[in-house]
């Protein structure tokens, strides 16, 4: 069976395998990434004749590259959640923003309203001003706008009930909410 990504002429990808971070320092992003993030150091090629780092962990690698340029790296700024971020799921909140008060790392807490359906999130900086966002996803459902369309892959507690829907219904989607398109951007509230 050809894969969806063949037939529409896209790329044939699998998953996403890392993202490339410039730092001023590597030895405090390497202690951003694990203490702050949970990543844990691997191994780099030998052959990588320059400074940096790698790290692995939830299915995703970090790597990190040491900036000999510093006036060009972007400057800390505001914290806005519409800018570049990258983004992970968590399991408490409640223990991500405790966390975040502990280590004293300034935040934007926003609120992502789609209906009835209410999805949290936390936006921060790492050392070097790339953005980070935590947020639960667990009561958002990925809804495909073209019916029949496979669903991707959705966070992972929302993902066993929805596979377990699926091979209940195989060719069905009853268990998504009819609506295929969305009449408003959803709300999004910061504070």
């Not at 700024?77 to 799921?89: G, M, T, V």
Request: negative net charge.
């Amino acid at each position: 069976m050809e894969s969806r990504n063949n037939i529409d002429g896209a790329l044939p990808l699998t998953s996403l395998n890392h993202i490339s971070v410039m730092c001023q320092s590597v030895e405090k992003s390497l202690d951003f990434y694990q203490n702050v993030l949970g990543f844990y150091p691997v191994r780099r090629p030998g052959s990588l004749n320059f400074d940096g780092a790698w790290l692995f962990n939830y299915g995703i690698g970090i790597h990190l590259l040491k900036s000999h340029d510093h006036e060009n790296l972007p400057k800390k700024r505001e914290i806005n959640p519409k800018d570049n971020h990258i983004s992970f799921q968590c399991e408490s909140m409640f223990l991500v923003e405790n966390r975040l008060k502990e280590l004293d790392t300034p935040y934007v807490k926003c609120r992502v309203e789609e209906g009835s359906v209410f999805v949290d999130q936390l936006f921060f900086h790492d050392p070097d001003g790339f953005m980070i966002e935590i947020y639960n996803c667990d009561n958002i459902p990925v809804i495909p706008l073209v019916i029949g369309e496979p669903v991707p892959m959705v966070c992972k507690r929302v993902t066993y009930a929805k596979t377990q829907q699926q091979q209940k219904q195989p060719a069905s989607y009853d268990f998504l909410p009819k609506a295929v398109h969305v009449a408003e951007e959803p709300q999004i509230h910061c504070a």
